[in-house]
Every structure is written in C-alpha cells, then in structure tokens.
C-alpha cells in the first residue's frame, strides 16, 4: 500500500506542477529510461524533471491511473497533453510507467510510449516519414540529452 502512496504523490505532484514534491518520491540513485531521454541516473534524472515542468508549466495536463503494486514493483499509466514547444503542435501522449522500490523510494522508473505516435504529434511530416527509424530515436535522445546538459550548466 505505501509504494501505491508513493505513485499517488508523484503524479499528483506532478499534475500540480511541484517538482520539489516529485522528485522526492525518488531514490538518490534513481534510474529512469524512457524512448525520448534513453537512461538517466540520479540527479540527472531529477534535473531532466526540472528541465520539462520548467519549460512547459501553463501548458502541462497530466491525468494518471490504474495504479498497482506488488512487493517492490509497481505501474501506473499517465497522459501528458501539451504543446511541442519547438512546433507548436499538440501532443497526447499514453504512457505505461513501471517502478521499482528501495527504501521507501522509487529507485527506478521506466515509462514506455509509443515512439512513432509521439513523433507523428509532435513532429508532423517529419514525425510520420522518420519516427519510426532508430535513426530518429538515437537523434531524438542525443537533442534531448544536450538540452538536458544545458539546462544543467544553466542551472548549477
């Protein structure tokens, strides 16, 4: 029941935008992978959280449900609805979060999503005619990553 607790107040937190309540759901050694960032590790973890409520506050709706856990595992599915800042594009994106446990602590958080529906929002012609190429899921991380390295330098 706590773990579920713990879901509850990370999406809460995070459909209320406070990202300080959070991130303090996560463990310091946090692994979170997703197909847009790929593997990020403890405060770089944190740090990419930071980056995306930063840059998209007023225009953030997060809905989250179907919440489980059993033992040190658990899942939960979430919607973003928001506007693709370097397109002006609205996108819905369906996730499937998966987590892990340790002291009390989300230790790691995997969120699955479809790569290609994302891309075709968010993209457009060009989401529909690459966004399903590895191609374009290593170029899409590698931008992600170098904004994230620069939000950071910014923000130190």
């Known amino acids: 029941m706590i773990h579920a607790q713990l879901i509850q107040k990370f999406y809460s937190a995070f459909a209320a935008k406070n990202i300080e309540d959070m991130i303090d759901c996560y463990h310091d050694d946090i692994r979170f992978e997703d197909p847009a960032f790929g593997i990020l590790e403890g405060d770089r973890t944190k740090s990419m959280w930071r980056m995306l409520l930063k840059n998209n506050k007023s225009k953030l709706d997060i809905e989250f449900s179907d919440i489980e856990t ?87």
């Open 70 to 156: 059993n033992g040190q595992i658990g899942t939960a599915q979430w919607t973003a609805r928001y506007i693709f800042s370097q397109t002006g594009r609205n996108v819905v994106n369906n996730v499937k979060a998966e987590f892990e446990f340790k002291d009390g602590k989300i230790i790691k958080h995997t969120d699955h999503f479809d790569l290609y529906a994302w891309s075709r929002q968010a993209m457009g012609i060009k989401g529909l005619l690459m966004g399903w190429t590895p191609f374009f899921k290593t170029k899409l991380q590698q931008r992600t990553n170098k904004l994230l390295d620069h939000f950071i330098a910014q923000n130190k």
